[in-house]
């Protein structure tokens, strides 16, 4: 590449490197416009009088970038008046300047691909609609693999992609170079060509929508900064201005990178957890042979830099291994300002730019760009109303894709806002997904050092976040981390996945990354294996633990309303039920245990912790002789799977554990070792028999150290997550947040007989569910096991898998697991009859019993058997015949 007047051609990357930067003493620095020019302003003149704030607002929206304005769109296209957006400067300048303008559908889970493919759709009808040029070009976009690895990646994306309508095709190297001529394609292996992501200019998209709110009645104020959020009683009433105060019923925190501090800030502190990090991109002056605005947007992912075409040249960033996190303390809109090029801090990604496009070391630089981005602990998005306050709504987050997603996710979150939740499934996206314990500045800037290069990194299925750990552990966490425990991370709780004999190599396990069958595998068949004929104990710690008191029955009342289940049942029995919402869905899936007559232990999965306790004290009643407490700090749950589990829990305790004295789903508080008060349960998430220990967290290391020292005569072991989601999955057990959701329904996945229509209570979801019995339900889930798949040398399936039955796709898996007793894959998931775009069909068993079905695997497709029920007794009937079949041809010769 070229700076002012000489040639980079034949240089070294040092060089060239130290040439660009000696290049500014010569005038070759611009102004920080980026790509698209200065702010286009609503205003006539910049010194145009403000406008007066309005006294009071229905909902008032901090922050005029593009998620702002997207947000205020959609709502005034819902009916919503009253409506006041406030930027701390102008519209459109912080981070909505100066990103990229790329709009693609290639993301890591389903939602953000759909929100992506409505901004896209969204982005091309807005200059027709508002008369606002936005430069929108579909370009189409080229996904690079180097490797196997990530080919393999894409191919499971474009199985995804279809699954949703957006087409996309697996293409060889060499029709790469036709779609794109200046591509180096002398390491790929194959690419994914998706020929409807496009380009646009972020700010003309932000003035677009800005101008479309302000027809519907939205009143837009610039350089007007939110101080604070005044609250009430849990609710929102207003916010404090620089300018005076407005009173509003809601509020929208879209204050992109200052979103943090602006959540800090309120009166009751709202934990928004991002941070912002540098990000680099390059402009060039105009190739030789000017590339043409309609030339496809690459993403060499491998190189870690994606490549655009921009004024006849090309706009290159990336994210590189090393970001550089940002203070945004202040919220001053002059930090962006000030954000200085770093070329030793580029050169990598300047490198790999030279490496896939050679033809681009004549081209003269234009401009380094530096500008900043916010990223989440997880890199998705932040989306939803904040637990604790009712009427604050948050949109933030974007990980670097905020034109791609703001569309589709100011759609949702209006949506949202109105009708109590979107069209679609966000929980990946739901902010209470975090809890307060995510907040740390500390964990968020270490964190987020991370998260930007894991944006292009190859993430194989059940890989962990590295930073950040040992946040939240059990009591055992030592004991079991000296006995080989390899640990992943849920919610910031350590979990153990499996555990690692003495003897294997721990560094090989730990580096395993792969699509295939991973080297854990033998590992957690012995687990299972002793589950199944022995007894082993998993630390299950970090399950969400409620204790829900009254004095009178205000409990028992208000978990009939929340449940769908029969609460009012014999104290110590155990309810598994749902949590429904008006539609139906689940909103949490949990185990009640009834204590005493006014007093119920509530468990939860881990990651429902924030949500289960926002959904309960949304409709509990401000009665001071009804209280919620999240006891899951408080005990340590150990659970003993296994037929020898009794013979256990019989020695520690010298009470009879069979089940004529202690039946299925029962608890009782007894003594386990020289420990009192252990409250044991009848009942261990699999389908197979043991106990549940919730055990005071001061006796949880005796209590293990008992377990573990009686249980060496049964054979007793450790296991992990691991061995449990294969044994909870071939037993058909499904699990929320994997196969259950807010718009799963019972009737829907078989639960049914966890429904008491009738026990004299008007549970939410009711009326719903009793249409649906009475119209049929439209979708089921279904239990598949595969055939003819060779888990040695095929592809795994982990989740996300389409299903087609009869040759048409009817639907996607949503978890899958190798069963070590069935010897074979087993999928979870839901289908639906294909409709071509008409009215839903009602779904029956024979429907389900009477197809041929296949499992597509990144493009393979696999033949697979659908039930309604678990294959265990068949497949143990078939085995036994077979092992009899061999014992007398042995016997024979």
């Not at 660009?20 to 205003?43: T, Y």
């Not at 580029?346 to 900043?372: G, K, T």
């Not at 080989?484 to 555990?499: D, I, S, V």
């Not at 003819?788 to 009817?810: C, K, M, S």
């Amino acid at each position: 590449m070229r700076g002012c007047v000489w040639s980079s051609r034949a240089l070294s990357p040092g060089l060239l490197l130290r040439l660009l930067r000696d290049a500014r003493c010569c005038g070759h620095r611009l102004d920080r416009q980026g790509p698209w020019g200065s702010v286009r302003l609503l205003a006539t003149a910049q010194d145009t009088q403000p406008v007066p704030l309005p006294s009071q607002a229905r909902v008032v929206i901090c922050g005029g970038g593009i998620v702002g304005t997207s947000v205020a769109y959609h709502l005034a296209k819902l009916g919503w008046t009253e409506i006041v957006l406030l930027e701390q400067g102008r519209l459109g300048a912080g981070t909505t300047r100066l990103c990229a303008g790329i709009i693609s559908v290639a993301k890591p889970i389903s939602i953000e691909s759909q929100m992506a493919d409505y901004s896209n759709a969204l982005y091309e009808r807005l200059e027709e609609e508002t008369g606002v040029k936005t430069a929108f070009v579909r370009t189409g976009s080229l996904c690079l693999a180097q490797n196997q690895d990530r080919f393999l990646s894409l191919k499971r994306l474009a199985s995804r992609l279809r699954v949703l309508g957006i087409a996309c095709n697996v293409i060889k190297p060499k029709e790469v170079v036709k779609l794109h001529p200046l591509v180096n394609i002398h390491d790929l292996v194959g690419a994914l060509h998706l020929p409807g992501d496009a380009m646009a200019s972020p700010p003309d998209i932000n003035h677009a929508l800005a101008v479309a709110a302000a027809r519907h009645g939205v009143q837009i104020h610039e350089r007007t900064s939110v101080n604070h959020v005044l609250m009430e009683k849990g609710h929102v009433t207003g916010v404090e201005t620089d300018r005076g105060p407005i009173e509003c019923e809601y509020f929208v925190n879209c204050a992109g990178q200052w979103a943090y501090e602006l959540g800090q800030s309120s009166e009751v502190k709202v934990s928004v957890p991002l941070h912002g990090c540098e990000h680099f991109y390059l402009l060039t002056k105009p190739h030789h042979q000017p590339l043409h605005p309609n030339t496809p947007v690459v993403m060499d992912m491998d190189g870690r830099i994606y490549v655009r075409a921009w004024q006849g040249g090309i706009l290159s960033g990336g994210f590189e291994k090393n970001p550089k996190p940002i203070f945004t303390e202040g919220r001053n809109q002059l930090e962006i300002q000030n954000m200085q090029e770093d070329w030793d801090h580029f050169e990598p990604m300047l490198n790999a730019l030279l490496r896939r496009m050679p033809s681009l070391d004549s081209c003269e630089i234009h401009q380094l760009v530096n500008c900043p981005e916010s990223f989440t602990p997880d890199m998705r998005c932040l989306m939803g109303e904040t637990p604790g306050v009712h009427g604050y709504f948050v949109l933030a987050g974007m990980n670097s894709s905020g034109l791609s997603f703001a569309g589709g996710a100011g759609k949702y979150l209006a949506e949202w806002m109105t009708y109590g939740y979107p069209t679609a499934n966000v929980w990946p996206l739901d902010i209470k997904r975090f809890g307060n314990l995510q907040s740390s500045r500390t964990f968020l800037r270490h964190r987020v050092m991370e998260v930007m290069p894991l944006l292009y990194e190859l993430k194989v299925p059940r890989w962990d976040f590295q930073t950040g750990r040992q946040l939240r552990t059990s009591p055992l966490y030592d004991r079991l981390d000296t006995q080989g425990a390899r640990w992943m991370e849920k919610h910031g709780f350590e979990r153990a996945k499996y555990f690692v004999p003495a003897g294997k190599d721990l560094l090989a396990l730990d580096q395993s990354k792969t699509f295939y069958k991973p080297d854990w595998f033998d590992i957690v068949g012995a687990e299972v294996k002793c589950c199944k004929e022995a007894v082993c104990v998993i630390d299950m710690s970090s399950f969400t633990k409620f204790e829900l008191t009254s004095t009178g029955d205000q409990a028992l009342e208000l978990l009939q309303r929340l449940c769908a289940n029969d609460l009012d049942v014999p104290v110590g029995h155990i309810v598994h039920t749902g949590m429904l919402n008006e539609r139906g869905g689940y909103e949490n899936d949990c185990s009640v245990v009834r204590l005493s007559k006014n007093s119920f232990f509530i468990i939860s999965p881990t990651d429902q912790q924030v949500h289960c306790w926002s959904w309960i004290k949304r409709y509990m009643p401000s009665d001071p002789q009804l209280h919620l407490e999240d006891v899951s700090w408080k005990y340590t749950a150990l659970n003993l799977i296994g037929p020898r589990a009794m013979d256990v829990l019989s020695e520690l305790s010298y009470v009879s554990m069979t089940p004529e004295h202690f039946p299925t789903l029962f608890c009782k508080e007894m003594s386990v070792g020289y420990a009192n008060g252990i409250r044991v349960m009848s009942m261990t998430h699999t389908g197979e028999p043991g106990f549940m220990l919730y055990i005071p967290i001061e006796y949880a290391l005796h209590v293990y150290n008992e377990v573990m020292s009686v249980g060496q005569k049964y054979g007793i072991r450790n296991a992990g997550y691991y061995a449990l989601r294969s044994l909870r999955i071939e037993k058909f057990f499904a699990f929320w947040g994997q196969d259950l959701d807010s718009f799963t329904t019972p009737l829907e996945c078989g639960r049914e007989f966890r429904v008491k229509f009738d026990k004299g209570t008007d549970f939410l979801g009711r009326q719903a569910l009793m249409q649906q019995r009475q119209e049929g339900i439209t979708r089921r889930f279904v239990m598949l096991v595969l055939e003819d798949h060779d888990a040695e040398l095929d592809l795994w399936p982990w989740w996300g898998e389409p299903i087609y039955r009869n040759g048409q796709l009817v639907g996607v898996t949503t978890s899958s697991a190798y069963s070590y007793t069935l010897e074979r894959h087993v999928c979870l998931g839901f289908v639906s009859p294909a409709t071509a775009g008409q009215n839903p069909t009602v779904i029956t068993p024979d429907f389900i019993n009477r197809g041929d079905y296949e499992v597509d695997i990144a493009g393979q497709r696999y033949p697979a058997k659908a039930k309604l029920y678990p294959f265990s007794s068949l497949f143990a009937q078939q085995r036994r015949r077979k092992d009899d079949m061999e014992l007398s041809n042995f016997q024979g010769k």
